[in-house]
């Protein structure tokens, strides 16, 4: 039998987890799966699939050849595109994911834009706190902040953000200003998306880390009601710079502690590798990297002022 029609329909059953359900999701009846999945153990001399009368499970080695041939079937469908000349004008759907705000505020301009020039072009967006696997889940390209784990992704930098401490002029004229990291147990903390009743920041180099462990006494699962919060006086609180550059702009929050701050978090926009960029991809990555490169909050050194800094 043909390869590649044995690794669709390997990939099917693996993914539908059922012979019958990848037979409906192929228009191919029973027989012709079994028959194929079959052809295909035979060929190769290993166990793929662990079937019972309930359900199908896939062998260690059927895990690892159905990421095989998941990427295969892509770049072969892209190489299709690219020689029947659908490259030539962007169309189907792209997939992008980002985290919450920084999808907000950076992303979602850059999607809009993408959509006007490009009318045959539909965009998925997923804005989510949490790390998205792109291989498993789907997605076509994520924008990361912090270091990389080892990846066959692709990965362009674009830029860095600081993890700063932040508080109202308020609550700073009325509660004093922190001088080292230490002062920070003699304040209110606001903690974000955080599970443990203690929390531990990090100060200072990597090699010679300030640990300082408070107990938050408001902790809150989003970002925004942190932000909320910091400008509301309650406290300080621990956010990525990004995340509050308008309240910084308009003197609603200040940072303290700058000097203690741990090294910068690089930015990434991240991709699927493939031999074979599909139009609607390279196009989108192009204006994403080139609009996070040239944006003031993403720079390189991410500039401050020293009025938005108090010491």
């Not at 295969?72 to 705000?101: D, F, H, Q, R, Y």
């Not at 699962?221 to 910084?248: F, M, V």
């Not at 303290?256 to 139009?279: C, N, T």
């Not at 003031?296 to 002022?305: A, T």
């Amino acid at each position: 039998m043909d390869q590649v029609h044995l690794m669709n329909v390997f990939v099917a059953v693996g993914e539908e987890e059922s012979f019958a359900a990848a037979a409906r999701r192929l228009d191919l009846s029973p027989a012709a799966i079994t028959r194929a999945v079959s052809a295909l153990e035979e060929q190769l001399g290993v166990k793929l699939l662990l079937r019972t009368t309930r359900n199908v499970r896939m062998t260690e080695a059927g895990r690892r050849y159905m990421d095989d041939s998941r990427n295969i079937l892509a770049s072969i469908v892209e190489a299709n595109e690219a020689a029947a000349g659908v490259n030539s004008a962007p169309k189907g759907n792209l997939s992008v994911t980002a985290s919450v705000l920084f999808g907000k505020a950076f992303v979602m301009p850059c999607i809009v834009r993408f959509l006007e020039m490009y009318p045959e072009v539909d965009v998925s967006a997923y804005f989510l706190d949490r790390v998205v696997n792109l291989v498993d889940e789907g997605m076509d390209v994520a924008v990361r902040i912090g270091h990389l784990p080892d990846s066959s992704l692709k990965a362009l930098r674009v830029g860095q953000v600081r993890r700063v401490l932040c508080a109202s002029p308020e609550y700073l004229a009325k509660h004093g200003v922190p001088q080292h990291p230490a002062d920070l147990l003699r304040h209110t903390i606001i903690a974000a998306s955080g599970i443990s009743p203690r929390v531990e920041w990090k100060f200072g180099a990597v090699d010679d880390p300030t640990m300082v462990r408070m107990r938050p006494r408001l902790m809150v699962t989003s970002n925004d009601s942190a932000i909320d919060a910091a400008i509301g006086g309650l406290g300080i609180c621990r956010l990525l710079s990004y995340q509050i550059a308008t309240e910084l702009g308009e003197g609603r929050l200040k940072i303290i502690l700058a000097e203690y701050e741990e090294a910068p978090w690089p930015v990434h926009v991240m991709h699927r590798e493939s031999k074979f960029g599909s139009s609607k991809v390279r196009n989108f990555i192009d204006m994403l990297v080139q609009h996070l490169r040239a944006h003031p909050h993403l720079s390189m050194p991410m500039g401050v002022s020293r009025s938005e800094i108090m010491n």
